[in-house]
């Protein structure tokens, strides 16, 4: 292992030590306890691998998987997907992409010569002996690994091994994989781990995600071939963030139609739609924020496995992180003024249709004095006896009605 200076800052703080033997995540007294334990590793001591060596017994796994649990769930509970493994070696020059069919076969055969990096991609999580045998191959923490079965974790990132500890540096990232599906907003977890010359990245099932980053790595002369294992993690980031493009526009739209219907409809459907779109763009808030600062994290700490040029392309996905959090936010306050607006409009037809019944019900009030007046039960009414008065009584009411409503007009009142 190579001698690299004492780590600082937030990745000296997030580092994990190996936990001592027998206090990794008890699935039994998950169970006990009503939550629903997840299939779990434990990682061996150095103690441990010593005392076996000083007394000739064969040393044993550094990672132990033991048989789930009754109750013990992973991703393959949700996914059902087998997983699927794809391996591409590259320098400048060269470039091999390999579709794993037999992973012991391929993780004991040793990477060509002339790779400089080795993206290991695994999509689809049912598979907990591909996962164990990669964590065995490449020294992957056993907190990283519950982190990664978990699918519920905020983007962060971790640091683990390193100098001093016995294992090989690693840094753990996780972060949301973001798309539109049937109309509705997903969020997925990616998890990467990036080593000094190697990078591991785990999704939930097989996506576009990566697409572009592996067309960029079939380019001959492209930046990222010429570059080191944490240029290709910068590349997945932006991949990551640059999904978030075709999201914006597909709420752009919708806010747009929104706009116009709420003005000409009161339907209640108008705002329970409004109420969804902010729920997803919660969603997409909650996915995007956290990943500023994993990123930020990756451009001030210094850690072994980051590259210095690395750093100065981290700049720029921080500006273009930023740039999609205020795409967000403005999104949102559209969304909350949509529904003031919808309030508005709703108070503004109810304001109208009370000022309708209040001009009918004030035409009536003389109408109802007079007629009042005529039906009470008097033995002497002047006007009872006369051939006119029926007539006239509704020639009164007419004029009557008819002097309000241009009174009415006349005021801007109708």
């Not at 994990?16 to 629903?36: K, L």
């Not at 540096?169 to 539109?180: C, D, E, S, T």
């Not at 919708?254 to 409809?265: N, R």
């Not at 559209?334 to 109810?350: G, I, K, P």
């Amino acid at each position: 292992m190579t001698n690299e200076p004492p780590m600082s800052g937030q990745f000296a703080s997030m580092k994990h030590s190996i936990p001592r033997a027998g206090t990794s995540a008890n699935p039994a007294a998950a169970t006990a306890s009503g939550a629903r334990p997840m299939a779990y590793l434990r990682c061996r001591t150095r103690a441990e691998l010593d005392d076996a060596a000083t007394a000739g017994r064969e040393a044993p796994a550094m990672y132990e998987f033991p048989s789930p649990v009754e109750g013990a769930t992973s991703i393959s509970d949700a996914t059902h997907e087998p997983a699927a493994v794809t391996c591409v070696d590259f320098c400048a020059g060269q470039i091999l992409v390999q579709e794993v069919a037999d992973l012991v076969d391929f993780l004991g055969h040793h990477r060509p010569d002339w790779s400089e990096t080795r993206w290991i991609d695994v999509a689809g999580l049912s598979d907990m002996n591909v996962i164990g045998a990669l964590a065995r191959k490449y020294e992957l923490h056993p907190l990283a690994i519950e982190d990664l079965l978990s699918r519920t974790h905020r983007p962060k990132i971790d640091s683990y091994g390193g100098e001093g500890s016995g294992l090989n540096a690693r840094l753990f990232i996780v972060a949301r994989a973001l798309q539109v599906r049937e109309g509705r907003l997903s969020s997925e977890q990616i998890s990467v781990f990036l080593g000094h010359t190697t990078v591991l990245t785990f999704e939930e099932v097989r996506s576009p995600l990566w697409n572009h980053v592996r067309e960029r790595i079939n380019a001959a002369g492209s930046r990222l071939r010429s570059n080191d294992a944490s240029f290709l993690v910068y590349a997945l980031l932006d991949a990551v963030v640059d999904a978030c493009l075709p999201i914006m526009e597909h709420f752009d739209d919708q806010l747009d139609q929104l706009e116009i219907v709420v003005v000409d409809s009161d339907d209640r459907a108008i705002l329970v739609a409004i109420q969804d779109i902010k729920r997803q763009l919660s969603l997409l808030r909650s996915s995007v924020w956290p990943l500023r600062e994993v990123v930020a994290a990756l451009q001030r700490d210094p850690h072994e496995c980051m590259s210095e040029t690395t750093k100065v392309y981290l700049r720029d996905l921080y500006d273009h992180i930023v740039q999609v959090i205020e795409i967000i936010e403005t999104y949102r306050e559209r969304a909350n003024d949509l529904t003031e607006s919808y309030r508005s409009a709703v108070s503004f037809r109810m304001n109208e249709v009370m000022k309708v019944l209040t001009v009918i019900g004030t035409i009536f009030i003389p109408l109802t004095f007079l007629a009042g007046v005529y039906g009470m039960n008097f033995h002497t009414f002047p006007e009872l006896g006369m051939a006119w008065a029926y007539p006239a009584f509704w020639v009164v009411c007419a004029g009557v009605v008819t002097v309000m409503l241009i009174l009415f007009r006349r005021r801007h009142w109708l």
